[in-house]
């Protein structure tokens, strides 16, 4: 539908990285917007302690943030997929002319994650929050995009005649 | 924590108890309510141990007597130590709890505790947070066979209830002073004054504690005023949950409490966009699971 430039996504190892940072348990989801971009000492501030309750099978854990009492689980990354943390890569020593369309979108693989973990406020974790159903998406996805063959083709015709 | 067992002969007996708070008024540190019961039949003997309104003491002298009341017999104690961390997450819930029903609810806590121990109440004499009689009416509904006395000042015209004021105080001191934090930064010390957002000591220590995002450490009550001023010049947070809040009008919260719009937290102009993804436009599909389509970033 739209045609836009820059939707082309250059995705390269980090340079000497063959061994990536693994940031299990440190990729946290926060229910508010913090307008700051940078490094922060959050290990030292955050601290996010089990609870040992199981809620609709989620293992709770809860943390402060600003004085709010915030309510989260450790989810996985679905089977087939994983987390990466993108940097832009450096393009400073490139030529002018290199920052072509394509080019001017390179990004680079800085850490990867296996699990996140997000917040509610005030609310428990539940599997009816945006977070966890915006997951569904990848089946819906898997489903609409899986080549069509000529059986699923004839079985889907003989569904219909039976309707019909 | 409070008097052991076993419990003495006395308990069953008619008894009277009183309940004072320590540590209300500071920006930082627990909330400690404590309580103070005997027989009424011991009432007289109170009166001659010189137990004055705690504030009115020397730390010392508190000390001193906290110690001899834990080791007179005739006399039981109990404390409810509210940790600073509940404080900020009540005030700042959704659904605001305000300072008066958390102490409330802690008077409530005690009363309830020393009665399940077996003890005999049945005169409460309560120093008032809020409106006497209405705080009165809450106790009595709660326990018909207690009579309650709810009055201003009551830690100086009750001995049990200054004797439950030199319980709680003593306790908030020392919790206080032994305080572990929780956040493990370098350069944090624990000079923290006495707490009160006036002594030069403790506004020293939250202008040494403030951090650019996490605000102070959880010791800090964040819904109190007093940190306003500190909050300026840190890093602006807007909650998913303040959104619905923006258009209505600000719920009566107690003056205490922070006005998150007024320091920058949350203006009108904000819109929900910028604070989560919306999915907007898209198909109910993803606008119920908030996924919106991102072709630059």
């Known amino acids: 539908m739209m045609h836009e430039e820059g939707t082309i996504i250059d995705l390269r190892q980090s340079e000497g990285g063959a061994d990536l940072v693994d940031l299990g348990g440190k990729v946290h989801q926060l229910p508010c917007s913090i307008k700051y971009d940078g490094p922060s000492s959050v290990s030292h501030y955050f601290k996010p302690k089990p609870t040992g309750i199981e809620v609709e099978g989620l293992e709770l854990q809860e943390a402060y943030f600003r004085g709010r009492k915030l309510q989260g689980t450790a989810i996985p990354i679905p089977q087939g997929y994983s987390g990466f943390v993108l940097g832009k890569k450096n393009l400073v020593k490139r030529k002018a002319s290199d920052m072509s369309e394509g080019n001017s979108n390179c990004w680079e693989v800085n850490a990867k994650f296996r699990d996140v973990t997000y917040w509610n406020h005030d609310i428990l974790p539940s599997h009816d929050d945006a977070f966890l159903r915006s997951f569904h998406w990848l089946s819906v996805a898997k489903v609409l995009h899986k080549p069509v063959t000529a059986e699923d083709l004839s079985s889907a015709s003989i569904t219909l005649q039976k309707m019909g | ?297």
């Open chain 2, 1 to 297: 924590m409070g008097s052991e067992d076993p419990l003495p002969k006395w308990a069953s007996k008619p008894c009277i108890m009183g309940i004072d708070e320590a540590g209300r008024g500071p920006v930082l540190g627990p909330m400690v309510y404590g309580c103070l019961y005997c027989a009424r039949s011991y009432q007289k003997t109170l009166s001659s141990l010189n137990f004055a309104d705690s504030k009115t003491l020397k730390e010392e002298k508190r000390e001193e007597l906290f110690e001899n009341l834990k080791s007179d017999e005739s006399i039981g104690w109990a404390v409810d130590v509210i940790d600073p961390k509940e404080l900020s997450a009540k005030m700042l819930k959704k659904n605001k709890i305000n300072l008066n029903e958390i102490s409330h609810d802690s008077a409530i806590g005690l009363v309830r505790r020393v009665l399940n121990m077996g003890v005999l109440l049945t005169e409460v004499y309560v120093d008032t947070v809020g409106d006497a009689e209405k705080y009165r009416i809450k106790l009595s509904e709660r326990f018909p066979a207690i009579k309650f006395v709810v009055a201003k000042k009551a830690d100086s015209l009750f001995p049990v209830v200054s004797g439950a004021s030199i319980v709680a105080k003593v306790t908030r001191d020392r919790a206080l002073r032994e305080w572990v934090l929780d956040e493990t930064a370098d350069n944090m010390h624990r000079n923290f004054g006495s707490g009160y957002p006036g002594d030069p000591g403790t506004k020293a220590w939250l202008e040494h504690h403030k951090h650019l995002v996490f605000g102070f450490p959880s010791l800090v009550r964040f819904s109190w005023g007093t940190c306003a001023p500190y909050f300026k010049d840190i890093v602006e947070v807007l909650w998913e949950s303040d959104k619905t809040d923006e258009d209505g009008s600000s719920s009566g919260n107690g003056k205490r409490q922070l006005k998150l719009s007024n320091v920058g937290f949350t203006t009108s102009k904000r819109k929900s966009e910028e604070i989560e993804s919306s999915g907007k436009g898209r198909c109910k599909f993803f606008q119920a699971r908030k996924l919106e389509q991102l072709t630059y970033f």
